[in-house]
């Protein structure tokens, strides 16, 4: 149980345009879910907090405008790089928070590589 | 804030052998919780082992053990006949649990078994 998706698992696209990945729960309801960001060889950095129904909580120095966050399920959640350019080429992670189970570990989607050219 | 730092970048051991990874953490909570992740080359985040703070024993997943001194906000994971498989990243990591919920996580130690 606690399986998390991501959609798709690589994508490439041209500078300027908007790319959108997904974040499924298959087994749960995650009223919460999270979107890092990660770099080679390097930790995950928390990018932004995604509740069901609400606004996202983005964190310090990332922009919500750029990176728009939706999670309008209990078992999605969707991550839109809106205008990409090179730098924004990166490995992205989501994982979610089971509140059905005690224990509070989230539990990881495969990542998402994309590159931007 | 809250602060994780794992101060070995890179670690090797020999196949069958057992190995530490150190993790120190920094905070003013009495609650929250402590775990090791494991991500291999496939780069999939893996839960290896979780700790509350409020309980003094020691946790312990088959080879994967923890020596959580809290007074000293330490966390360290020993992993006991390494396995060839245990080859990764392994990431420490620290959560409130409250308000987001959301980890903290230390730079993460490369650790290469070997043959």
């Known amino acids: 149980g606690a399986v998390v998706s991501q959609h798709p698992s690589r994508v490439i696209c041209k500078s300027g345009t908007s790319v959108k990945i997904e974040c499924r729960s298959l087994d749960f309801q995650a009223t919460t879910m999270f979107w890092y960001r990660q770099f080679p060889k390097k930790s995950l950095m928390l990018m932004a907090t995604?509740?069901?129904?609400?606004?996202?909580?983005?964190e310090q120095g990332v922009e919500k405008d750029k990176f728009l966050i939706n999670h309008a399920s209990l078992t999605l959640s969707t991550l839109t790089v809106t205008s990409a350019h090179p730098e924004d080429s990166s490995f992205y992670i989501c994982?979610?928070?089971?509140?059905?189970?005690?224990?509070?570990?989230?539990?990881f989607g495969p990542g998402t590589r994309l590159t931007v050219t | 804030a809250q602060t994780v730092t794992q101060s070995q970048p890179e670690m090797s051991v020999q196949e069958a052998e057992t190995v530490t990874l150190s993790c120190t953490y920094d905070?003013?909570?009495?609650?929250?919780?402590l775990f090791w992740y494991k991500q291999p080359p496939s780069r999939q985040m893996i839960l290896v082992i979780r700790q509350e703070a409020y309980k003094q024993q020691n946790a312990t997943e088959n080879r994967f053990s923890v020596n959580f001194q809290k007074a000293a906000k330490s966390f360290s994971l020993k992993i006991s006949d390494s396995q060839l498989g245990d080859t990764a990243m392994y990431f420490c990591a620290f959560m409130k649990p409250a308000g987001t919920y959301k980890y903290i996580f230390g730079t993460g130690t490369r650790l290469k078994v070997l043959a």
């Open positions: 995604s509740n069901e129904g609400s606004k996202a909580t983005y």
């Open positions: 994982s979610a928070r089971d509140w059905g189970r005690a224990g509070y570990e989230q539990y």
């Open positions: 905070t003013s909570e009495s609650n929250y919780y």
